[in-house]
């Protein structure tokens, strides 16, 4: 049973944009095609190593910043500048991540594999309205369940909690980004949710990130 790693709130990784995350440890490249679809890739370049997430993004393809290869959504390289008369190699490919979005979350398979493997079913938390991702300093998934446990009797199931604040129903998916940090994103399960309820919210996440401890972060989102 895969164990899906949240790595940010869906409205934070726009269209046409590409940042890095960490899954299980390892760099991931994670970018919205123009179309709306995201894409997790390990943040490794076939062809130099150069990192894709510091790459940019044209219609449905990602650009390696470095000698301009493009990458569809597929992850094959499909234009090398230096050679445009030439077809790409089948092996210029890039390594894909499964990637899901549900809860107004990103989640990624931790393991690389096919994008329609159907032996396992993702997480489905229904639509909800994105809160706010806070970066704490702690490594600590299980310690960060407990808290979430212990502050508000939160249901925590692997990297998924569950819970009311104020009588506000809230996901809070818990990525451990490094060694020492620890993300917690955060969304509200009632679409109808105004402007003050997400302000609970938020301010709920930023205080509960000061009782257990700052970070700074430690990849941009
Ligand atoms: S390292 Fe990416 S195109 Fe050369």
Same mark, same amino acid.
């Given at each position: 049973?895969?164990?899906?790693?949240?790595?940010?709130?869906?409205?934070?990784?726009? $269209? *046409?944009?590409?940042?890095?995350?960490?899954?299980?440890?390892?760099?991931?490249?994670?970018?919205?095609?123009?179309?709306?679809?995201?894409?997790?890739?390990?943040?490794? @370049?076939?062809? /130099?190593?150069?990192?894709? $997430?510091?790459?940019?993004?044209? *219609?449905?393809?990602?650009? @390696?910043?470095?000698?301009?290869?493009?990458?569809?959504?597929? *992850?094959?390289?499909?234009?090398?500048?230096?050679?445009?008369?030439?077809?790409?190699? #089948?092996?210029?490919?890039?390594?894909?991540?499964?990637?899901?979005?549900?809860?107004?979350?990103?989640?990624?398979?931790?393991?690389?594999?096919?994008? %329609?493997? $159907?032996?396992?079913?993702?997480?489905?938390?229904?639509?909800?309205?994105?809160?706010?991702?806070?970066?704490?300093? $702690?490594?600590?998934? %299980? *310690?960060?369940?407990?808290?979430?446990?212990?502050?508000?009797?939160?249901?925590? #199931?692997?990297?998924?909690?569950?819970?009311?604040?104020h009588g506000v129903p809230v996901i809070a998916a818990i990525q451990i980004v490094t060694a020492?940090?620890?993300?917690?994103?955060?969304?509200? /399960? %009632?679409?109808?949710?105004?402007?003050?309820?997400?302000?609970?919210?938020?301010?709920?996440?930023?205080?509960?990130?000061?009782?257990?401890?700052?970070?700074?972060?430690?990849?941009?989102?």
């Amino acid at each position: 049973m895969t164990e899906w790693v949240p790595v940010a709130l869906t409205r934070d990784i726009e $269209s *046409g944009s590409a940042t890095a995350t960490t899954v299980a440890g390892a760099p991931v490249a994670l970018w919205r095609a123009g179309n709306g679809t995201v894409h997790a890739w390990a943040d490794r @370049c076939p062809h /130099r190593g150069m990192r894709l $997430s510091l790459g940019f993004v044209r *219609g449905d393809r990602l650009i @390696c910043l470095y000698h301009g290869w493009q990458f569809d959504a597929d *992850g094959s390289c499909r234009h090398i500048p230096a050679h445009p008369g030439l077809t790409p190699p #089948s092996l210029a490919h890039t390594v894909s991540y499964r990637v899901h979005e549900t809860g107004s979350i990103v989640w990624v398979a931790p393991v690389p594999g096919e994008l %329609d493997a $159907s032996d396992d079913a993702p997480l489905d938390l229904g639509t909800a309205v994105p809160a706010c991702s806070v970066w704490i300093e $702690s490594d600590r998934l %299980d *310690g960060l369940g407990r808290a979430l446990v212990a502050e508000a009797g939160f249901d925590v #199931s692997g990297t998924v909690a569950v819970g009311e604040i104020h009588g506000v129903p809230v996901i809070a998916a818990i990525q451990i980004v490094t060694a020492r940090q620890t993300a917690l994103h955060t969304a509200v /399960r %009632d679409e109808t949710a105004d402007a003050d309820v997400i302000a609970l919210v938020v301010r709920w996440a930023h205080e509960l990130r000061d009782r257990i401890g700052t970070a700074p972060r430690a990849v941009a989102s």
